[in-house]
């Protein structure tokens, strides 16, 4: 069985207002090599909250090595206050990764942790759930204490759900609770979604990941892609050919449609630019 790798955090739900205070720190000289009660002072953060606020940052993309990684850089330049859907949505990229980031995927999503699970397996086929579902699914899938289970998997929905969090994305959206047993009710399938440069940019750096340096690839490749594209934006195929030509008419991507197999080449020089473009142009 798997492990769930779900207590990076503590007790302690996601919020950007202290992960604001984590970036700010990131992006100073010490960055976050500090003592811990020069960090305490810093941040405003308790002692126990400070290490887990960073492992928040860090599985959200913004932190490495204990400085800003680019992506924070960026983040920090455009969107100080971490109030753009562009940085949201950017997040949730990299959160669906779990710890791993954007290293070679697993032979199953699931190996790497509850997060990747519930992103890449569980919500592609179940649009609508009830936390009943997806405690019984990952019950039977991770190795963990029974009883912590449901209590870990309430972060993640929680992180897409609160105001103080990623719910702006729409990405799971909490439609009612039964009165009489109190189980949420949950669905999926209509994300507000970023701009065409943002998911360039995603695009990118899954094609870094799995593609290497090919110039081009066929477009079926893109659309059977194992924690790819269309399940961290939540779309379908179909959505994913609209985005696929307006991220053409940016000047991204060229794709050659005219005979089969169809094509995606690459016109994109350096994924940054493109997420420096997102927010310019959101």
């Not at 941040?43 to 993309?61: C, E, H, P, Q």
């Not at 030509?245 to 940016?250: A, H, K, T």
């Not at 995606?264 to 473009?277: A, C, F």
Request: charged share 25%; aromatic share 10%.
């Amino acid at each position: 069985m798997a492990k769930l790798q779900l207590h990076f955090n503590g007790t302690f739900p996601f919020k950007k207002e202290e992960i604001k205070r984590i970036l700010e720190t990131a992006s100073q000289k010490e960055g976050l090599k500090d003592t811990l009660q020069n960090l305490m002072n810093k941040t405003g953060l308790g002692n126990a909250k400070v290490d887990k606020i960073k492992k928040w940052s860090m599985r959200a993309g913004l932190i490495k090595d204990n400085y800003l990684s680019e992506e924070g850089k960026t983040v920090l330049k455009y969107d100080h206050s971490l109030q753009s859907i562009i940085t949201d949505w950017l997040m949730h990229f990299y959160l669906s990764f779990g710890s791993q980031g954007l290293n070679k995927i697993p032979e199953n999503a699931y190996d790497w942790g509850g997060w990747t699970y519930f992103i890449y397996n569980f919500l592609p086929q179940n649009l609508t759930f009830s936390k009943d579902n997806l405690d019984e699914k990952c019950l039977n899938l991770f190795q963990e204490k029974r009883e912590e289970i449901p209590k870990r998997l309430n972060f993640i929905l929680r992180t897409y759900t609160e105001d103080q969090a990623l719910k702006s994305i729409n990405f799971i959206k909490k439609v009612n609770s039964n009165k009489k047993t109190k189980i949420d009710q949950y669905e999926t399938g209509n994300p507000n979604l970023p701009n065409s440069y943002l998911i360039g940019y995603f695009l990118a750096k899954l094609w870094e990941r799995d593609f290497s340096k090919e110039t081009s690839i066929l477009t079926d490749n893109l659309i059977k892609q194992k924690m790819g594209l269309i399940q961290v934006l939540g779309i379908n195929s179909e959505d994913l050919q609209t985005h696929l030509n307006n991220i053409e008419s940016l000047g991204i991507i060229e794709q050659r449609r005219t005979v089969l197999p169809h094509q995606i080449i690459r016109r994109w020089h350096d994924p940054l630019t493109l997420l420096e473009k997102a927010y310019d142009n959101n």
